[in-house]
């Protein structure tokens, strides 16, 4: 698994990830997932831009650096700093609360892949120690 960021002659920045020969599940798992946070608390989350497969050079074998089949995806580059306790516990609350509130096209909560009942987004907050809503 390697992943870095790039940046383009325009400026933008963005996440590179590439696999393995193999790992094509976990990728393309990986980058649905995203969409759904992407789409359930927009801004909190960078955006899946591109995912497959794509030739690239066997890493594996210098020699003949024959070209092979390997998973990858593209997301924009969120540049962030640590977090002091506080920030990071109404960050946590609003993405959980973003998250539970949204419910896909087949009514699970968004992310899940069959409809499954969310635990209510008061009661995530409470644990996360964010206090009442």
């Given amino acids: 698994m390697e992943g870095c960021c790039v940046r383009s ?4 920045a963005y996440y590179v990830k590439l696999g393995k020969p193999g790992d094509e599940e976990q990728y ?6 995203i969409e759904h946070i992407t789409r359930a608390a927009p801004g909190l989350c960078p955006a899946v831009l591109r995912f497959g497969t794509a030739k690239f050079p ?7 650096a024959e070209m092979i ?4 995806w593209v997301s924009e580059y969120k540049f962030m700093h640590p977090l002091d306790p506080n920030s990071a516990i109404i960050l946590a609350g609003r993405l959980a609360l973003e998250l539970h509130a949204h419910r896909s096209q087949n009514g699970a909560c968004d992310g899940e892949a069959s409809p499954n009942p969310c635990r209510r987004s008061e009661t995530v907050i409470r644990e996360l120690g964010c206090g009442p809503i």
Avoid: K
Wanted: proline share 5%; hydrophobic share 20%; aromatic share 4%.
């Fill in 58 to 64: 066997d890493i594996e074998d210098d020699e003949d």
């Fill in 28 to 33: 393309n798992g990986e980058a649905v997932s």
């Fill in 69 to 72: 089949d390997r998973p990858f």
């Fill in 9 to 12: 002659s325009s400026g933008r």
